[in-house]
Nanobody, 115 residues
Framework: QVQLVESGGGLVQAGGSLRLSCAVS????????MKWYRQAPGKQRELVAG???????NHADSVKGRFTISRDNDKNTVYLQMNSLKPEDTAVYYC?????????WGQGTRVTVSS
């Protein structure tokens, strides 16, 4: 059974930092391409960042230079380090992967950035 469990969200002032974690079980984690998405109130879910099994990363233009995705294959965990947070980063953040042809999502962790 594949499970993704996010943590690390919270309330932070603009300019602050948070680190999100997503613990994965039920897969061979080192083989997973992992992604972080976010969904702001009233908006569609959008891709924030992705990291390949080999550690190659991609970040959305809106977060480039501020957010960093990383992974620890020994801990079966993917991270999203978020710095210089802005009120427009307020959203529920979800991790995501595809395993044996099926897409899996975590339950989400809420990030609120106050101005």
């Amino acid at each position: 059974q594949v499970q993704l469990v996010e943590s690390g969200g919270g309330l932070v002032q603009a300019g602050g930092s948070l680190r999100l974690s997503c613990a994965v079980s039920g897969t061979i984690f080192s083989q997973n391409y992992m992604k972080w998405y976010r969904q702001a109130p009233g908006k569609q879910r959008e891709l924030v960042a992705g990291i390949s099994s080999g550690g190659n990363t991609n970040h959305a233009d809106s977060v480039k230079g501020r957010f960093t995705i990383s992974r620890d294959n020994d801990k079966n965990t993917v991270y999203l380090q978020m710095n210089s947070l802005k009120p427009e980063d307020t959203a529920v953040y979800y991790c995501n992967t595809i395993w044996i042809g099926r897409m899996y999502w975590g339950q989400g962790t809420r990030v609120t950035v106050s101005s």
